[in-house]
């Protein structure tokens, strides 16, 4: 079966058509479908092959957006506890944000200001989209620094879902709009040279292992408040 994708900017024009054959075949992994040598990956197993399959830079930034999206979970949960008067271990909300603060706003971001919103600027391509991007950037900053200051727990539930209203958009438009945009404003020889970038600045940023040693920062915060289990946000619908 022969999938056709024709990707187009929404300012005009065909920017590229990628044909992509797919073997569907149910219950099988894809290195049996297709052939290939290639497996579904094992979370423990395959991280050490990261070497031999390097985390290409628009990947980085997504998974990136997967921890913010936890936290954002976690502010939620943490808003909801306040609001009703539920217990909410004190240090919860100043944990997850200076996360945000360490990861999202002096790494992630950092990345996009300086290595992928100047490719779209000098293409004359979403420059409205930029723009906002960035004042969003300055914005959440201002909300971090309010959440980490604030004094009562109004000031504090209300920065912090002021915060939560504008990431949730945010991020979805640059995983959305910008992010696929990348593969073609930047050339290939670029765009693999970003990936080593991102790897080396994620080891100066976070130190060895960043992303994982955030992932586990995340996923001890869940566990405190209970919302760990994937399974506890299924909902039976009949």
Do not use: W
Request: hydrophobic fraction near 40%.
């Amino acid at each position: 079966m022969t999938l056709s994708r024709v990707r187009k900017l929404p300012a005009g024009g065909f920017i590229g058509v990628m044909v992509v054959p797919l073997v569907l075949c149910a219950y099988m992994n894809p290195g049996e479908a297709s052939g290939l040598p290639f497996s579904y990956p094992h979370p423990e197993k395959d991280r050490e092959k990261e070497e031999l399959v390097p985390v290409s830079a628009v990947e980085d930034l997504m998974r990136e957006h997967g921890v913010l999206s936890r936290i954002l979970l976690i502010y939620e949960e943490a808003c909801a506890r306040l609001d009703s008067g539920k217990e909410l271990p004190p240090d919860i909300i100043p944990r997850a944000a200076n996360l945000v603060r360490r990861m999202v706003e002096n790494y992630h971001e950092k990345l996009e200001e300086q290595y992928i919103f100047p490719h779209f600027e000098k293409a004359g391509e979403y420059v409205d989209l930029v723009k906002d991007l960035r004042e969003q950037h300055h914005a959440g900053r201002r909300l971090t620094d309010r959440i980490l200051r604030a004094k009562d727990r109004n000031d504090l539930t209300g920065s912090v879902r002021l915060f939560i209203r504008m990431y949730r958009p945010h991020k979805a438009r640059e995983d959305t709009i910008l992010f696929p945009a990348v593969h073609y404003i930047v050339s290939p020889g670029d765009y693999a040279a970003l990936g080593k970038i991102f790897d080396a600045r994620e080891d100066e940023a976070l130190g060895e292992k960043g992303f994982e040693r955030a992932m586990s920062e995340v996923e001890e915060m869940e566990k405190e408040l209970g919302i760990h289990d994937l399974a506890k946000f299924t909902r039976p619908v009949k």
